[in-house]
Each structure stands twice: as structure tokens, then as C-alpha cells.
């Protein structure tokens, strides 16, 4: 049994594809299928069943897929330490960010200083479906994340903010009093996004939303220059909004979200992504 026979297959078996392996690996399919055919031989068993070109990975195939989810990490760390014995931690980490992105990227810099031979993947993709190849996604409190396990770590107030200039500043609202207002909002599939349409729709009407964005230092800006009012979380945004931004007094709203550290459980993950975990939950774990 060679190491190389355990990587085509744990890496075929996430995606039931020969040919995804092999494009990881730059070899042929034929490669990595004669190295599983060559594996299965060994263990006197399939490890997946075909049909026609399809590969559905079977019951002996999941046995083998769950042992090698803590050895090849294992392994991988040990050859790590050896390899690099000046160095605190080394290797990739996968990481998408939904929310919290300020509180996150100082953390990743100063993680980042104290282990330079980390390298970072950091996305804030809201519309992607395929989550298998990260490690951690940082977001609000769900349940959509179905392979992933969960641990909160920030719970902070959401409030709405406006221009100075906005006829609403210093007046004591109701939310029914927003109804005409036009909203600005990050993009669909975010939190801050669910949490405009939500309170609108749970007070009577639907908002208008006349901009929408990825970017938190673009939503800022709109608000500042008076171009609409926006649900935003209260401390993690503070210190980037403008002078002329203020939060309005609406008597009742009152929301707290919780943001989540997801980490994917049908992942490997390297001796660097469970240092920076075990790092990120010590750090802001308030709950």
C-alpha cells in the first residue's frame, strides 16, 4: 500500500471524479484509476462502485475515507514539523468570509506575523454552493452549513445608521416610519441582506433597497453621503464609519447577531488551520 494510492483515493473519493484528481495531482485518470484498482487489489475489496462513468463512493470506501481524514492531516503535520523545524506553523488555509471581515483580517495579520510561512485563501463569495474545498467560513449564526461544526464567537448589536443629514436623524421612529425610505444593503446571501428584508417585511412593508454591494467600505460611504439608511453592526463597523454617520433611534428594533467559525469536519485540516482555529475561538469566543 503506497501513499500515494491513499491520496488519489481519499481525493477521489470527495468527489466520486477521477479526472478532478488527476487534474490536482497533473497526472492522467488512467493513473489515478490504476492506482485505485491497484489499491483495491491490495484490500481485496472495492472501495467504489461504477456504473457506466460514474464512481459512487461504497460503505468500504467511507471506512477508508474516515480513517484517512485524521491520518493524512497527521502525517502531513509530522513531515510539516520536520521539514521546517524553525518555522511555528506551515501550510495553506482556506477561508470564506461572509461576515466580520474587519475582526477577521486583523486577526489573520497578526497570525500571519507570528507564522509568515502561512498562506492565505480568503473569500467573500455569498453566492457560491460548493464549500468542500475550505477549511473555516465565517458567518452569521445558521444552520445551512450541514458538514460543517459550529462555535460562536462574536455576538454584537445590529443598528440602523444614516446621515446626519437624513430628515429621520434625532427624531424617535418606529419601524413603520422607514417605509419610504430607500435602503442600502450588502448583496444577497448576506446576513446584513437577510436582516433588511426580514425586519421590513416583519413591519409591514418591503423595502426599497437601492443599492446593493459586497463591499462594507462602499455601504459606508452611500450612508455618509446620505444616499439611504442601513441595518449595519454596531462595533465592527464603528471605527470606519464617517463623521457624518449617525445610528437612528427606532423604539422597536432590537437585534443581536451572532457570528459563527464553521470548520468543514470532511476536511484534512493542516497543523496551521487548527492553530489558527484554536487562536480565532480563544480570541473572540463571547459567548
Known sequence: MELLQLRYFYESAKTENFSHTAEKYIVSPSSVSISIKKLETELGCTLFDREGNKLYLNSNGRILQKALMTALPALDQAVEI????????????????????????????????????????????????????YDFIIDEQTIKYGNFSCCPIIREPIRLAASKDNPL???????????????????KGSSLN??????CKHAGFNPDIMIESDDPHYIQKCIEINMGIAFIPEFSWQGELGENTIFLDVADFELTRVTCIYKNQQKGLSAAANAFYRGLTDKFNLL
Open 82 to 133: 520536520i521539514t521546517h523545524p524553525d518555522s511555528e506553523q506551515y501550510g495553506d488555509i482556506q477561508m470564506l468570509v461572509r461576515s466580520e471581515r474587519r475582526n477577521i483580517l486583523d486577526y489573520v495579520y497578526r497570525f500571519k506575523q507570528a507564522n509568515p510561512q502561512v498562506f492565505f485563501h480568503i473569500s467573500h463569495d455569498f453566492n457560491t454552493e460548493d464549500l468542500t474545498s
Open 169 to 187: 436623524a434625532g427624531r424617535r421612529l418606529l419601524l413603520n416610519d422607514l417605509k419610504h425610505q430607500a435602503f442600502i444593503s450588502m448583496c
Open 194 to 199: 437577510r436582516i433588511t428584508v426580514d425586519t
